[in-house]
């Protein structure tokens, strides 16, 4: 009796055993039934009016199209639907389906969905971070001729983020996104030209690059064509250019470029002074966040530079650039903390900040510290130190201080502290 019990049970298990399979046949011929009752003049159709939907922003009827496509096993369909999970976009942001469908669309060798499922790994969204498994996505995505993925892995390799730095392989990523047209690869390569990263610094090369990414609209690379027009990098110095290219960016939204576009008005660089628009291009900067003219502004109230004296304004927008990291506020609020025009006289904490500001690369604020250590304000007065800030603002390219140096040195050598014929430096 057990036994045809077991027997019969058996029986039933293989009965389910194999329905499963019918089931799971009939589904497989079913989506693939669909995909070949799609032609590709109805695909072309069915996402050209996704598009259109997408320009109207009516995100409800673009989401049906692309879950019918994907269920046609089409891959753009996939990775649409995959962005409108990870956007919100016609349903409810689901971190975990958009991984779901970029990486069904990834199995069928689709670029950008590859890319994108790197991405998810690259920052833990919708999965477990793992860079190594990101790193492999962006080279796979890469080798099916994904640009945003070899700028990524440009990226990587040169912030060591899943690999060890390597700013050979990054240059070499940037060059090959580069040379396939996308502009931010363009842009990463121009600047590792400026820089010298990964290859021969070639200032040459840099504009070349900055301004083919520029072309394309790249906001980043038409700030950086200014910033090279500002400050004369590899070409003559040309204000009225840099003002242009400045106001351009600002125009597209870029906050460091509304800083410059007010630095320009208030000291009348390449543009006629103007007070007033200086005030309101500032203002936009620091409301984007911009530590440059958060402290731009800041000193300006403090101070009553072209306004009524706010002290407690212009201390709260210091106070906040140098949350974020500001040493040119730092180096601002150091100055008012020496003068006690604007707040008390506070020589302890003037110095504090000189010496964070100098600590963080700011050339002025280095300078600062070589006059007060030279001259003994809020120190006690040392030459050898003062030189060796001197020494310190001139190797970050001040150039002020290499006066301010020359005096120091025959200063000591006449009070024998330095031997004639001993080395400077």
């Avoid at 079913?30 to 009752?37: L, P």
């Avoid at 919708?126 to 994904?146: F, I, R, T």
């Avoid at 021969?200 to 690379?221: D, P, Q, T």
């Avoid at 590899?234 to 242009?244: E, K, M, Q, T």
């Amino acid at each position: 009796m057990t036994g045809s019990v077991i027997r019969g049970r058996a029986a039933s298990a293989n009965k389910l055993w194999m329905l499963a399979i019918i089931v799971a046949i009939f589904l497989a011929t079913t989506v693939n039934a669909q995909a070949e009752d799609l032609t590709e003049t109805q695909i072309e159709k069915l996402i050209e009016q996704a598009e259109k939907l997408e320009e109207q922003k009516d995100y409800d009827s673009s989401i049906k199209i692309y879950r019918q496509l994907a269920k046609a096993n089409n891959t753009y369909g996939m990775n649409a639907l995959a962005v409108s999970y990870l956007l919100g976009e016609g349903t409810e942001i689901d971190q975990q389906k958009a991984v779901r469908w970029f990486r069904k669309a990834a199995e069928l060798k689709h670029p950008g969905a590859t890319t994108s499922l790197g991405l998810r790994y690259e920052n833990g969204e919708g999965v477990e971070q793992d860079l190594d498994l990101a790193n492999s996505y962006y080279v796979a995505a890469a080798e099916l001729g994904n640009t945003r993925a070899m700028h990524f892995l440009g990226l990587n390799y040169a912030g060591g983020i899943g690999f060890t730095k390597d700013q050979d392989k990054a240059f070499s990523w940037f060059q090959k996104g580069a040379d396939a047209g996308f502009a931010p690869a363009m842009y990463a390569l121009a600047a590792a030209y400026e820089e010298g990263d990964g290859t021969s610094k070639n200032l040459e090369s840099a504009l070349i690059w900055y301004a083919k990414a520029a072309g394309k609209g790249y906001v980043s690379a038409i700030f950086a064509l200014g910033t090279v027009y500002e400050f004369g990098n590899g070409v003559d110095v040309n204000n009225d250019l840099s003002f242009i290219l400045y106001q351009k960016a600002a125009e597209m939204g870029n906050a460091s470029a509304m800083n410059n576009v007010a630095s320009a008005l208030e000291y009348g660089r390449g543009t006629d002074v103007n007070i007033e628009q200086a005030l309101l291009w500032y203002q936009k900067a620091a409301d984007k966040g911009d530590d440059y003219a958060l402290a731009n502004l800041g000193e300006i109230y403090l101070l009553g530079k072209h306004v009524k004296q706010d002290v407690k304004k212009g201390t709260a927008l210091l106070t906040q650039a140098i949350e974020k990291g500001s040493n040119y506020a730092m180096y601002t609020f150091a100055l008012a903390y020496e003068d006690g025009d604007s707040v008390d006289i506070d020589r302890g904490a003037s110095t504090k900040l000189l010496r964070q500001s100098a600590d963080g690369g700011f050339a002025a604020a280095m300078r600062k510290l070589g006059q007060n250590y030279e001259e003994g304000i809020g120190v006690l007065r040392d030459l050898p130190t003062a030189k060796l800030w001197y020494e310190k603002a001139i190797a970050a390219g001040d150039k002020q201080s290499e006066d301010l140096y020359d005096k120091l040195v025959k200063k000591m050598r006449s009070a024998d502290m330095i031997p004639v014929g001993a080395s400077d430096n």
